[in-house]
């Protein structure tokens, strides 16, 4: 059983930065795909970026497109996202999620493409 414990989160300044971790146990971590998506009350989640299984691929969401940046490092089970020049929008609950299989070079981006997913990391941006 895949597991996804997600940190990082917290209180920011507008324009200050944030780095998440999801460390990921159990399964075959470095076979999938890894995404990130967040939720704010009364809103569906969204997606906010993925990563390939090897990282020679990554897509991200227009809105966080040259601010935010995922990684992944499949040695340590470990994916992060790395967000600057944060906005008061981008305060939501942040999650990880792991991707089911994939039969071609498109990136995850829909709930439904992913089989796995943390607890989610709180994000506030203060403006």
């Known amino acids: 059983q895949v597991q996804l414990v997600e940190s990082g989160g917290g209180l920011v300044q507008a324009g200050g930065s944030l780095r998440l971790s999801c460390a990921a146990s159990g399964g075959i971590f470095s076979s999938y795909s890894m995404g990130w998506f967040r939720q704010a009350p009364g809103k569906v989640r969204e997606f906010v970026a993925a990563?390939?299984?090897?990282?020679?691929?990554?897509y991200y969401a227009d809105s966080v497109k040259g601010r935010f940046t995922i990684s992944r490092d499949n040695a340590q089970k470990t994916v992060w996202l790395q967000m600057n020049s944060l906005k008061a929008e981008d305060t939501a609950t942040y999650y990880c999620a792991q991707a089911g299989l994939q039969l071609g070079p498109r990136l995850p981006r829909n709930t439904f493409e992913y089989d796995y997913w943390g607890q989610g990391t709180q994000v506030t941006v203060s403006s």
């Open positions: 990563i390939n299984w090897n990282s020679d691929s990554t």
